[in-house]
């Protein structure tokens, strides 16, 4: 039986990049998640930062994503909040009730929201005028306050949902490589990944495909300058490469890195990592 290791990948198609990831982190994106359920259809962008948690003698398989990838510590995923994906059958009842309550939620948050002001605005009238009767569902401050207490409970609850809802990932699909649709299982990939729990991200994350292809332009997946997870040398596990030309070239770029940022036993290690894939 295949075990985990204690690793996660992620994986590049470029050398100067894995140089990068290395020596000032990792950076994430949005990505495009489609969810379908007979006739129903939704999709997500979500921005996050993406590991595959494979075993030694499959990574060569993943060479579609880059042949350069870098491991690190699940310990490091671990304390940084990363989080397995769960993925979901098109045809189960979990993507059913995801598909439902995903437009629920965006129903539900309008009522919140709207009742919330409501209840704002007749609260404030009341305070200017003491004789005021609360023409808002004929209740008084008092129930006033306790309904929007409960309400903001609400909104955490549908706050939850929505967070979670970005760690959903569909069993299989269609994936765009190289101007070509091609069917694909995500499963495979076992993902686990980083998703900003309270920022302008998750604020703003429901964007339609005109956003998002406006937004990518013709670059192929843009990065996040603000959505970035850093870590130490030593959480490194693997450095992977294409070809030998690669190992003398990655050593000589770990050599030449400042020795005030990395000792050299550290960069001794991290080329005693490098290995063809």
Not at 62 to 88: D, F, H, Q, R, T
Not at 96 to 122: D, H, P
Not at 210 to 220: A, C, D, M, S, T
């Amino acid at each position: 039986m295949l075990k985990s290791m204690d690793s996660l990948f992620h994986f590049t198609k470029d050398l100067d990049v894995l140089f990068s990831i290395l020596t000032t982190g990792f950076r994430g994106s949005f990505c495009k998640e489609v969810f379908k359920y007979r006739e129903l259809e939704i999709v997500q962008y979500v921005p996050k930062i993406s590991f595959c948690d494979l075993t030694e003698n499959t990574l060569s398989e993943y060479k579609n994503y880059g042949n350069y990838g870098i491991g690190i510590s699940k310990i490091w995923a671990k304390e940084n909040k990363l989080n397995p994906v769960l993925y979901m059958e098109n045809n189960s009842l979990v993507s059913k009730a995801f598909i439902e309550g995903y437009i629920g939620n965006r129903k539900a948050y309008g009522f919140v929201n709207s009742t919330c002001l409501a209840l704002g605005e007749t609260w404030r009238a009341n305070q200017n005028n003491e004789q005021h009767i609360l023409s808002f569902l004929n209740i008084s401050t008092d129930v006033a306050w306790e309904n929007l207490e409960v309400l903001q409970a609400t909104k955490n609850v549908l706050d939850y949902n929505n967070y979670s809802m970005l760690f959903m990932k569909p069993y299989d699909g269609y994936l765009s490589r190289q101007g070509r649709e091609e069917h694909y299982c995500f499963y495979d990939e076992r993902e686990w990944c980083y998703v900003p729990e309270k920022s302008d991200f998750l604020n703003n994350y429901i964007k339609s495909e005109e956003w998002f292809l406006e937004w990518r332009g013709n670059r192929v997946k843009p990065l996040l300058d603000d959505l970035k997870l850093n870590f130490k040398f030593t959480d490194v596990t693997h450095l992977l490469v294409k070809d030998e030309s690669d190992i003398t070239e990655l050593k000589n770029k770990i050599d030449q890195l400042d020795n005030s940022i990395i000792s050299i036993e550290d960069k001794e290690r991290l080329k005693s990592l490098i290995k063809i894939f």
